[in-house]
């Protein structure tokens, strides 16, 4: 963290998911399972829904809000505490949008065109995807600068996104002279910050992926689980009795980061555990360890879905206590543009 940064800013952990379907077990080691962690620390911890970024691509109304709703379960059935955090849907708190279109004033067109997501997701199909897909990083540098954010816990894939969001807020300091905004740190850490398809371990594990085989998500049941870890591509080594012997496996290597995040052990220590043995029996530790952590969860999640009033009503407090924040920052940062404010 920068030392303006450190000394200027209350500390304060912003992060966000996108309700676009199911969530998977990368989302909860790469991103949930640490929210929750994070909590009753010295920063004060906001998470968000980030429903605006969902919309970029297609969403079906009634389905959008059923995911929204689900996504804030799996929230609260990972650990994440709306007396503890600030937990609501972004679209609820119009800051968001109206910093985002200020960022757009800022960031450059040409560092929009090379986030790699964006590539991945346009595909060669860039004259046809929503304008909102390309001016994505200015709203996701808005989510987190509109609440002067000082952290962001987020998976590997992340990184360039906050870097962009870095390079908005120096350049907005630097043309206007100011300090309005903090230099982010992202929190990037563990040994779970990209977890692997099970089909193939040199591709992230994605909600967007066709196969339903890459990927574990947080509604499958217990045998769904189970199935997809045994049927998961391995190789045909026995395990190493150390990370290094890892390092040309990435299936194998997957299958032990996931694990350790599971186990709250490190890579090492599950080898040593596991030192010489073939897949034929670590799968199944895998698939019980996997089971067991996270069928609790799934059970919560059904509880919380079970009473949706519940969810809009703590959705809708968690909106109005992320406006307090947000509001008077927003302000001072049209007034630092120049924008008049003269409403009573
Ligand atoms: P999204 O919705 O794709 O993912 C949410 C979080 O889950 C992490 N993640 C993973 N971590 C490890 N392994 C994986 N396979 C994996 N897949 C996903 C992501 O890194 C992320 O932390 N642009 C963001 C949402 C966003 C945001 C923000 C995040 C919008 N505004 C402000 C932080 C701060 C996104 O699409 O995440």
New binding site residues.
């Given amino acids: 963290m920068t030392e303006t940064t450190k000394t200027r800013f209350t500390p304060r952990i ?5 309700p ?1 379907g199911g969530l ?1 077990l ?2 909860y ?3 949930l399972k640490r929210f929750a962690a994070l909590q009753g620390g010295e920063a004060e911890t906001i998470y ?1 829904l ?1 429903d605006l ?1 969902a919309i970029t691509v297609w969403q079906e109304p009634e389905t959008l809000r059923l995911n929204i709703r689900e996504a804030a379960a799996a929230f609260m059935a990972a650990g994440v505490d709306p007396a503890q955090s600030v937990l609501f849907n972004q679209s609820q708190v119009s800051a968001h949008a109206e910093m985002g279109w200020l960022f757009n004033t800022v960031a450059r067109v040409g560092w929009m065109y090379r986030m790699t997501q964006f590539k991945d997701k346009a595909g060669k199909n860039t004259e046809n995807v929503s304008l909102g897909l390309l001016a ?1 990083p200015a ?2 540098a808005a ?2 600068l509109t609440y002067q954010a000082t952290a ?7 990184k360039q ?1 906050l870097e962009l969001t870095r390079d908005i807020a120096a350049k907005f300091n630097h043309d206007y002279g100011v300090e309005q905004f903090p230099i982010t740190e992202p929190l990037i850490e563990g040994v ?5 398809s099970l089909r193939d371990g040199s591709k ?3 909600k967007s992926d066709p196969s339903d085989a890459s990927r574990i998500n947080l509604t499958d049941s217990a045998d769904a689980i189970a199935q997809k870890i045994r049927k998961a591509r391995t190789d045909a080594d026995p395990l190493p009795g150390t990370t290094d012997g890892l390092k040309d496996r990435p299936e194998a290597r997957n299958l032990v980061n996931i694990y350790a995040a599971l186990a709250d052990q490190t890579p090492d220590q599950v080898l040593s555990q596991f030192e010489g043995q073939g897949f034929g029996a670590f799968k199944p530790a895998l698939a019980d360890l996997a089971v067991t952590s996270l069928e609790p969860i799934t059970k919560r999640m059904n509880d919380f879905m079970a009473d949706p009033a519940e969810i809009d009503r703590i959705l809708g407090k968690g909106a109005i206590r992320a406006d307090e924040i947000a509001t008077p920052i927003l302000e001072r940062t049209k007034e630092i543009m120049g924008l008049l404010r003269t409403r009573p």
């Fill in positions: 912003f992060s966000g998911i996108q676009s998977t990368g989302n080691l790469g991103a968000c980030v970024h994505y709203l996701m989510d987190i962001v816990p987020v998976g590997e894939d992340q996104h779970a910050t990209r977890v692997m992230k594990m994605s």
